[in-house]
C-alpha cells in the first residue's frame, strides 16, 4: 500500500520561499516521485520529479527557482520554491508512480502516476 500526505503549504508574498514536504509510504527500491499542481481554472500540470537515481526534472515555469528532493530512503520528498510569484498560486500534489520506472518523456505527465496526496494549497499574494 502506497500513501502521500503533504505538508508546508502556506500564503507568502511574491518573491518568498516555500518548502513543501511529502512522506512517501512505499516498499520499492525503484521509485518516480513528484510534485504536480493545479493552477485555478487549469489541469494538473507537472512541477518537478525525481527518481531513485537523484534524475530530476523540472517544468520551464519553474526552472532556476524551485528545487526537488528526497532523502536516501526515499521516504521524504521536499519542493523547495523560491522566488515564488503570484501565478505559482494553486494546490501542489505529491505523487508517485508506485514502483519501477517512468519513461523520461512521461515524467512530468499525470497519467503516469497512480498514487496521489491529498495535496497542500500554496497562495502567492501581489
Known amino acids: 500500500q502506497v500513501q502521500l500526505m503533504e505538508s508546508g503549504g502556506g500564503s507568502v508574498q511574491a518573491g518568498g520561499s516555500l518548502t513543501l514536504s511529502c512522506i512517501v509510504s512505499h516498499k520499492y527500491e525503484t521509485i518516480t516521485m513528484g510534485w504536480f499542481r493545479q493552477l485555478p481554472g487549469k489541469e494538473r500540470e507537472g512541477v518537478a520529479i525525481?527518481?531513485?537515481?537523484?534524475?530530476?526534472d523540472y517544468a520551464d515555469s519553474v526552472k532556476g527557482r524551485f528545487t526537488i528532493s528526497a532523502d536516501n530512503t526515499r521516504n521524504t520528498l521536499r519542493l523547495q520554491m523560491n522566488t515564488l510569484k503570484p501565478e505559482d498560486t494553486g494546490m501542489y500534489y505529491c505523487a508517485t508512480n508506485g514502483g519501477g520506472i517512468v519513461r523520461r518523456e512521461a515524467r512530468l505527465l499525470r497519467f503516469a502516476y497512480n498514487f496521489w496526496g491529498q495535496g497542500t494549497q500554496v497562495t502567492v499574494s501581489s
Open positions: 525525481i527518481d531513485h537515481l537523484g534524475i530530476v
